[in-house]
């Protein structure tokens, strides 16, 4: 989870001047309120940016952000992240939405959050598994026809974890880790930041 990847890299976070973050796809900013949440919590100073280009989803952003001194909600493209320059953030984070995307597209999408990233990006999303469908199965056991549609849709759209390497590749990320939650559905995949996997500067 982001708070286990927190927990386990905070003793490398400046003191001096604000982590940065760009969460891409952000819904409804709730991984930008967390992020925050935890950092001031532990006596750490970060500066946010939720990015999202789905009209419905800025009206809830901005909404439950309101006027946050460390909270940023933007309208934009995660396809398209040229606004920002090379490394202008530590972290960059993609959660729940790349499996939404076509494999060329998700690549774009991950070497651009590398572009921007100086740290490290982090990736999160549904793991397609014949255990991943029998769990949403339970867990949608009640639910409306619709929810139960929705989320075994959700489900079979997500990635295994030999196509989560594979679109990684392509992507030239490096120092990759995948950290598999087999029983709830979920993958978190971390890279490093800004170079390829030959050692050159990305373009």
Not at 20 to 35: K, N, Q, S, Y
Not at 41 to 62: N, P
Not at 108 to 116: D, E, F, Q, W, Y
Not at 126 to 141: E, F, H, K, Q, Y
């Amino acid at each position: 989870s982001l708070r286990s990847l927190f927990a386990a890299q905070a003793s490398t976070w400046p003191r001096d001047r604000p982590m940065r973050w760009l969460d891409v796809g952000t819904g409804a900013a709730d991984i930008p309120l967390a992020i925050d949440a935890w950092a001031v919590a532990h006596g750490f100073d970060v500066e946010c940016v939720a990015l999202d280009r789905h009209q419905a989803c800025l009206k809830v952003a901005r909404n439950d952000v309101g006027a946050h001194p460390r909270i940023t909600v933007v309208d934009g493209d995660a396809l398209v992240l040229d606004r920002f320059n090379d490394a202008s953030f530590d972290y960059v984070h993609a959660g729940m939405f790349l499996h939404h995307l076509t494999d060329d597209d998700v690549v774009r999408v991950l070497a651009g959050m590398a572009r921007c990233a100086a740290r490290q990006i982090i990736w999160n999303d549904l793991l397609r598994s014949p255990l991943s469908r029998v769990g949403i199965a339970l867990l949608t056991i009640g639910a409306a026809s619709v929810v139960r549609d929705d989320a075994r849709l959700s489900v079979a759209k997500g990635f295994t974890p030999r196509e989560i390497r594979a679109l990684a590749k392509r992507a030239q990320l490096v120092d990759e880790r995948l950290t598999l939650r087999r029983l709830v559905g979920r993958f978190v995949f971390t890279a490093s930041a800004g170079r390829s996997r030959h050692g050159a500067p990305r373009p």
